[in-house]
């Protein structure tokens, strides 16, 4: 059942309000739903109710009040059909349904875990509750009354504001909640059970005061202060930057344990994995700190670019998430530092979207068919999606695109509209045709640009010939030329910008080229000397470039350029050239060279005081062995790539020793704590410093003694990490291991990072590893996050142990994919993903995980997750 974006159509009956009544029970749990619904004018006037369902059992059905007979109604494995419905009445149609939320292993729905009942509804969640009109572009009020047995469930949480609460009979009690916005059944959200919190409260910009919840495990109200104080700055930010103000009299965000995905944007009650929550010094890392802040302002920043204004059918995902994301970026940019922001975005990028738009899976920004929706939330779909709406406000401006967003806030407010309707908006502020622009939403595949430059000395005159291309991806075969927005700078010999004095061949505003044929020849008059040429500063745009740069305009743009994220680019490409050219020497046996251009440019980075920590702890990381393989691009073996970065590797930490040892000092370990941006790239570059020493030392004491020395997670995982990774068999190492897993052994969630740690020791050894670690106690298939950390970190993040030549690691995967999908299905097409990119592998690996896709494919019963991924991933 292939879904088309072109067979959208609207409902024929219009629903106005829901009244829900749920009696909670871990092994049985009721649900009544009374639904006001009419007739659509223009409607078909014999047209049946058609409701979505999925595993429910209906306990009773009846018309304003009164029983349905059973030929007034078809049951369906999927579907409830009401026949000979009112013409011109409005009318009363209550369902009651039966459900199981302990079995509920999917998570997908009303689910129990841990003694907390919680929901998930999007994308197509709710229809597991009751049946409905499971679709984005159905808006309804809901009351929602909540009963359940007050001693293991005093918490009663629904959307909107609680109107009523009471004591009941038999140890129960009830409340109920009203949420006045009109929302679609993918924002509706329960939780019940027994939980901490903390409170806090923030006063909009029109002086309201909105009371602020934060529910989490009892015992870890003291991990939740820095959520708090983030959603705080988020709500600040949006009316500042945005002019949004938040609409109801509470904020509510309880953190479960078992979770599909990152978090959930339901109206008025986020609900988060607890990993984008707990935080405090001892159990998270500066970067979940980072992803914290990031999440957090993401799902409240939702309030307005998705429930406020939601989708009209699920084709438009990328309209509230790519938007968000967006903002979230823009978010985590003005709280830390913008450059390196920007550069952790283009890591993110280059290393989960592109090989996504180069795979079989890869599909537009606004797909137009889908098997399983739940497969859709992707990196093409934030990522790329967020990337067009910086590129729509590169090409407008900061103030247009400004205009544009109140534009579209004023005029869809409340409504379930299209990505067409988005663009619209910036169209109709600015007067600026987007017509060309919008095919980024439509045309899959990452676009690729060769350059070329010429310079006549003679006259001052520089010409650039830029083309593009994009590769075919499956369903789309013919390419057209793109809009490209390509921010540029001219470097001059001394390393200062250079302005050229006029530009012909096409549109540059700013520093921004519009590149927007196939082949664009830009002149640029009045350069008194030959440029080195930065294409793309800022990642302006996400494409890649093909650029035959001389090394020496590398370097001098690794050195002077005013924008940082082009200075760390052209780093990045100068060890990416170093490490593939020294994989190729591994693979043909020659002796392995390392560029003194790179290691100079590396030691000159460790050695200048006036970078900022974080950045220069960003430059200082070699590319991973992932992105040497995607670098290389096909017949890849895992094996050279690890021998031939650790090389590489040693031989920065020699030509660098020095510079390292100086980083590597310990600052003042009295200093209290802080999460800050600034403390936090400190302890990057002390921690990225401490690991080229170990390398260039060979010796594990000094990462022992950090370890045993750390106060922080931060420090305590990196030199764990330094240990596992680079001292496999010491006895530091396994003394190290054993003390974290007794120091956090009531903790599962710090104990992931301890999983992934190990999970991710390269070489054939890390199979047996994972095994093992999968019969520890703290190991539990049925956690999202315990899988994610060992079996999904050991194949998408260990590619030298996952890709053993033999094969081996590829039939375990097989093996629990296939026991994973019969639980949960969600989780299990998500790490099935892992292997899209098999087809880049040498031929002997390739071939055996060929063999296993095969067996998986083979079997008749998988679920429709599992069933679209694998069969696009086999082009079936
Ligand atoms: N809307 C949520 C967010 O991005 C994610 C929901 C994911 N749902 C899914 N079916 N994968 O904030
Ligand atoms: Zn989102």
Same mark, same amino acid.
């Given at each position: 059942?292939?879904?088309?974006?072109?067979?959208?159509?609207?409902?024929?009956?219009?629903?106005?309000?829901?009244?829900?009544?749920?009696?909670?029970?871990?092994?049985?749990?009721?649900?009544?739903?009374?639904?006001?619904?009419?007739?659509?004018?223009?409607?078909?006037?014999?047209?049946?109710? =058609?409701?979505?369902?999925?595993?429910?059992?209906?306990?009773?059905?009846?018309?304003?009040?009164?029983?349905?007979?059973?030929?007034?109604?078809?049951?369906?494995?999927?579907?409830?059909?009401?026949?000979?419905?009112?013409?011109?009445?409005?009318?009363?149609?209550?369902?009651?349904?039966?459900?199981?939320?302990?079995?509920?292993?999917?998570?997908?729905?009303?689910?129990?875990?841990?003694?907390?009942?919680?929901?998930?509804?999007?994308?197509?969640?709710?229809?597991?509750?009751?049946?409905?009109?499971?679709?984005?572009?159905?808006?309804?009020?809901?009351?929602?009354?909540?009963? @359940?047995?007050?001693?293991?469930?005093?918490?009663?949480?629904?959307?909107?504001?609680?109107?009523?609460?009471?004591?009941?009979?038999?140890?129960?009690?009830?409340?109920?909640?009203?949420?006045?916005?009109?929302?679609?059944?993918?924002?509706?959200?329960?939780?019940?059970?027994?939980?901490? #919190?903390?409170?806090?409260?923030?006063?909009?910009?029109?002086?309201?005061?909105?009371?602020?919840?934060?529910?989490?495990?009892?015992?870890?109200?003291?991990?939740?202060?820095?959520?708090?104080?983030?959603?705080?700055?988020? #709500?600040?930010?949006?009316?500042?930057?945005?002019?949004?103000?938040?609409?109801?009299?509470?904020?509510?965000?309880?953190?479960?344990?078992?979770?599909?995905? $990152? !978090?959930?944007?339901?109206?008025?009650?986020?609900?988060?994995?607890?990993?984008?929550?707990?935080?405090?010094?001892?159990?998270?890392?500066?970067?979940?700190?980072? /992803?914290?802040?990031?999440?957090?302002?993401?799902?409240?920043?939702?309030?307005?670019?998705?429930?406020?204004?939601?989708?009209?059918?699920?084709?438009?995902?990328?309209?509230?998430?790519?938007?968000?994301?967006?903002? %979230?970026?823009?978010?985590?940019?003005?709280?830390?530092?913008?450059?390196?922001?920007? =550069?952790?975005?283009?890591?993110?990028?280059?290393?989960?979207?592109?090989?996504?738009?180069?795979?079989?899976?890869?599909?537009?920004?606004?797909?137009?068919?889908?098997?399983?929706?739940?497969?859709?939330?992707?990196?093409?779909?934030?990522?790329?999606?967020?990337?067009?709406?910086?590129?729509?406000?590169?090409?407008?401006?900061?103030?247009?695109?400004?205009?544009?967003?109140?534009?579209?806030?004023?005029?869809?407010?409340?409504?379930?509209?299209?990505?067409?309707?988005?663009?619209?908006?910036?169209?109709?502020?600015?007067?600026?045709?987007?017509?060309?622009?919008?095919?980024?939403?439509?045309?899959?595949?990452?676009?690729?640009?060769?350059?070329?430059?010429?310079?006549?000395?003679? =006259? $001052?005159?520089?010409?650039?010939?830029?083309?593009?291309?994009?590769?075919?991806?499956?369903?789309?075969?013919?390419?057209?030329?793109?809009?490209?927005?390509?921010?540029?700078?001219?470097?001059?010999?001394?390393?200062?910008?250079?302005?050229?004095?006029?530009?012909?061949?096409?549109?540059?505003?700013?520093?921004?080229?519009?590149?927007?044929?196939?082949?664009?020849?830009?002149?640029?008059?009045?350069?008194?000397?030959?440029?080195?040429?930065?294409?793309?500063?800022?990642?302006?745009?996400?494409?890649?470039?093909?650029?035959?740069?001389?090394?020496?305009?590398?370097?001098?743009? @690794?050195?002077?350029?005013?924008?940082?994220?082009?200075?760390?680019?052209?780093?990045?490409?100068?060890?990416?050239?170093?490490?593939?050219?020294?994989? /190729?020497?591994?693979?043909?046996? %020659?002796?392995?060279?390392?560029?003194? *251009?790179?290691?100079?440019?590396?030691?000159?980075?460790?050695?200048?005081? !006036?970078?900022?920590?974080?950045?220069?702890?960003? *430059?200082?990381?070699?590319?991973?062995?992932?992105?040497?393989?995607?670098?290389?691009?096909?017949?890849?073996?895992?094996?050279?790539?690890?021998?031939?970065?650790?090389?590489?590797?040693?031989? =920065?930490?020699? !030509?660098?020793?020095?510079?390292?040892?100086?980083?590597?000092?310990?600052?003042?370990?009295?200093?209290?704590?802080?999460?800050? @941006?600034?403390?936090?790239?400190?302890?990057?570059?002390?921690?990225?410093?401490?690991?080229?020493?170990?390398?260039?030392?060979?010796?594990?004491?000094?990462?022992?003694?950090?370890?045993?020395?750390?106060?922080?997670?931060?420090?305590?995982?990196?030199?764990?990490?330094?240990?596992?990774?680079?001292?496999?068999?010491?006895?530091?190492?396994?003394?190290?291991?054993?003390?974290?897993?007794?120091?956090? *052994?009531?903790?599962?969630?710090?104990?992931?990072?301890?999983?992934?740690?190990?999970?991710?020791?390269?070489?054939?050894?890390?199979?047996?590893?994972?095994?093992?670690?999968?019969?520890?106690?703290?190991?539990?298939?049925?956690?999202?996050?315990?899988?994610?950390?060992?079996?999904?970190?050991?194949?998408?993040?260990?590619?030298?142990?996952?890709? /053993?030549?033999?094969? @081996?690691?590829?039939?375990?995967? !097989?093996?629990?994919?296939?026991?994973?999908?019969?639980?949960?299905?969600?989780?299990?097409?998500?790490?099935?993903?892992? #292997?899209?990119?098999?087809?880049?592998? %040498?031929?002997?690996?390739?071939?055996?995980?060929?063999?296993?896709?095969?067996?998986?494919?083979?079997?008749?019963?998988?679920?429709?997750?599992?069933?679209?991924?694998?069969?696009?991933?086999?082009?079936?």
């Amino acid at each position: 059942r292939t879904v088309y974006l072109e067979d959208y159509r609207p409902t024929d009956f219009v629903l106005e309000t829901v009244e829900l009544i749920f009696e909670l029970g871990e092994n049985l749990t009721t649900v009544g739903s009374e639904m006001r619904f009419y007739r659509r004018g223009g409607a078909d006037q014999s047209a049946p109710l =058609v409701l979505d369902g999925d595993s429910l059992a209906l306990s009773g059905l009846a018309l304003d009040g009164k029983p349905l007979l059973p030929e007034r109604y078809e049951q369906k494995h999927d579907k409830l059909i009401i026949h000979d419905l009112p013409t011109d009445e409005p009318f009363t149609l209550t369902v009651k349904t039966r459900i199981k939320p302990a079995e509920n292993t999917q998570l997908l729905g009303l689910y129990r875990t841990n003694g907390i009942y919680s929901t998930q509804c999007e994308a197509e969640g709710f229809r597991r509750i009751s049946y409905f009109y499971d679709r984005p572009d159905v808006l309804a009020v809901y009351t929602v009354t909540i009963i @359940a047995d007050k001693a293991t469930s005093p918490l009663l949480l629904s959307n909107g504001n609680l109107v009523e609460q009471k004591e009941l009979e038999d140890g129960r009690h009830m409340a109920k909640w009203h949420d006045p916005f009109p929302k679609p059944a993918y924002l509706f959200a329960l939780v019940a059970g027994d939980l901490g #919190m903390i409170e806090d409260k923030f006063t909009t910009m029109s002086r309201r005061d909105v009371t602020l919840r934060l529910f989490v495990e009892h015992g870890k109200e003291g991990r939740a202060g820095y959520a708090m104080n983030s959603l705080k700055r988020a #709500m600040k930010w949006d009316e500042e930057r945005f002019g949004r103000e938040y609409d109801l009299d509470i904020f509510m965000i309880v953190a479960v344990s078992d979770f599909n995905m $990152g !978090a959930m944007e339901n109206k008025g009650l986020n609900i988060f994995n607890d990993r984008l929550i707990l935080a405090d010094p001892e159990t998270a890392t500066d970067d979940d700190y980072g /992803r914290i802040e990031a999440v957090v302002a993401h799902e409240y920043f939702h309030n307005w670019t998705g429930n406020r204004i939601t989708c009209r059918d699920w084709f438009q995902l990328s309209l509230k998430e790519g938007l968000t994301v967006y903002r %979230e970026h823009e978010f985590s940019a003005d709280q830390r530092s913008r450059s390196v922001i920007r =550069v952790e975005e283009v890591k993110f990028l280059r290393a989960h979207q592109f090989p996504e738009d180069s795979g079989p899976l890869a599909h537009p920004v606004r797909p137009t068919q889908y098997l399983e929706i739940d497969n859709f939330y992707t990196t093409t779909v934030y990522e790329k999606g967020s990337e067009v709406s910086r590129m729509i406000a590169t090409i407008l401006g900061q103030d247009n695109f400004r205009k544009g967003l109140d534009l579209y806030f004023e005029r869809h407010d409340g409504g379930a509209v299209t990505i067409e309707d988005y663009l619209k908006c910036f169209e109709d502020a600015t007067g600026r045709d987007l017509s060309h622009f919008a095919l980024w939403y439509h045309q899959a595949g990452t676009p690729e640009i060769t350059a070329s430059s010429e310079y006549d000395e003679k =006259v $001052g005159r520089l010409s650039l010939t830029l083309s593009q291309s994009t590769p075919s991806t499956p369903g789309q075969k013919e390419k057209k030329p793109l809009h490209i927005p390509l921010r540029t700078g001219f470097i001059g010999p001394n390393g200062d910008d250079m302005e050229p004095s006029s530009v012909s061949g096409g549109e540059r505003r700013d520093d921004v080229l519009h590149l927007t044929k196939e082949h664009q020849t830009f002149v640029f008059e009045g350069l008194g000397a030959r440029p080195a040429v930065s294409l793309n500063r800022d990642f302006s745009a996400p494409v890649k470039i093909e650029y035959d740069l001389p090394k020496e305009d590398l370097v001098r743009i @690794a050195q002077h350029e005013s924008d940082l994220v082009a200075r760390w680019d052209a780093v990045n490409t100068l060890a990416l050239n170093t490490l593939a050219a020294a994989t /190729r020497a591994c693979q043909s046996g %020659e002796t392995i060279p390392v560029d003194p *251009a790179l290691t100079d440019t590396l030691t000159g980075f460790a050695e200048d005081d !006036a970078l900022e920590p974080a950045f220069k702890a960003l *430059a200082l990381t070699l590319p991973s062995e992932l992105d040497i393989g995607r670098r290389i691009g096909q017949d890849i073996d895992p094996d050279a790539i690890h021998l031939a970065r650790n090389t590489v590797r040693d031989a =920065v930490a020699k !030509a660098g020793h020095k510079a390292f040892s100086a980083l590597s000092v310990s600052p003042a370990e009295d200093a209290p704590f802080s999460a800050d @941006a600034e403390s936090a790239g400190k302890r990057a570059l002390r921690n990225i410093a401490l690991s080229y020493l170990a390398a260039a030392n060979g010796d594990a004491t000094p990462a022992k003694e950090a370890y045993d020395r750390a106060t922080n997670m931060t420090d305590r995982i990196a030199a764990l990490r330094i240990l596992a990774h680079q001292f496999t068999g010491a006895a530091e190492t396994k003394a190290a291991l054993e003390d974290y897993r007794e120091r956090f *052994a009531r903790e599962p969630l710090v104990l992931d990072k301890w999983f992934t740690t190990q999970a991710t020791i390269a070489g054939p050894d890390a199979l047996e590893r994972v095994q093992n670690l999968m019969s520890d106690t703290a190991f539990d298939i049925g956690n999202p996050n315990r899988v994610r950390a060992l079996v999904g970190a050991f194949a998408s993040s260990n590619p030298s142990g996952f890709n /053993r030549p033999d094969g @081996a690691a590829y039939s375990f995967f !097989a093996n629990f994919i296939l026991t994973s999908d019969k639980r949960n299905p969600t989780l299990t097409a998500r790490l099935m993903t892992a #292997m899209r990119s098999f087809s880049a592998l %040498e031929k002997t690996r390739r071939e055996k995980a060929l063999i296993e896709l095969e067996r998986i494919a083979s079997h008749d019963d998988l679920s429709r997750n599992l069933r679209d991924i694998i069969d696009r991933m086999l082009k079936k």
